[in-house]
């Protein structure tokens, strides 16, 4: 049993940054492949950014030139730096462990409780 703690949510104008921490309680998180989603009210979660736990990292489009994913494996912890930050990108940020690489939420087996991310225009 993996559990997932996000912190460092809030609101924010548009243009500024934030950085998302997520801290997992396991001894085996550099065996994990770690991911952020986000979910806005009546939509399905979508793929935000994902990690492997080689560190190879992989984004959704509308983000790769405005976030980064990272993870400190001697903290247990994973990342998300995002800048310039638009009303779109308002929702709830999820982060999530896996045993596999993927972009569906379906493939990830545990998950966090979420932190709010709101950007005011």
């Known amino acids: 049993q993996v559990t997932l703690v996000e912190s460092g949510g809030g609101l924010v104008q548009a243009g500024d940054s934030l950085r998302l921490s997520c801290v997992a309680s396991?001894?085996?998180?550099?065996?994990?492949?770690m991911g952020w989603f986000r979910q806005v009210p009546r939509k399905e979660r979508e793929f935000v950014a994902g990690?492997?736990?080689?560190?190879?990292?992989f984004y959704e489009d509308s983000v790769k030139d405005r976030f980064t994913i990272s993870r400190d494996n001697t903290k247990n912890t994973v990342y998300l730096k995002m800048n310039s930050l638009k009303p779109g990108d308002t929702a709830v940020y999820y982060c999530?462990?896996?045993?596999?690489?993927?972009?569906?939420?379906?493939?990830?087996?545990?998950w966090g409780q979420g932190t709010q991310v709101t950007v005011s225009s």
């Open positions: 999530a462990a896996a045993t596999t690489t993927s972009r569906l939420a379906n493939d990830y087996d545990y």
């Open positions: 396991t001894r085996t998180f550099d065996s994990y492949d």
């Open positions: 990690i492997r736990w080689s560190g190879t990292t």
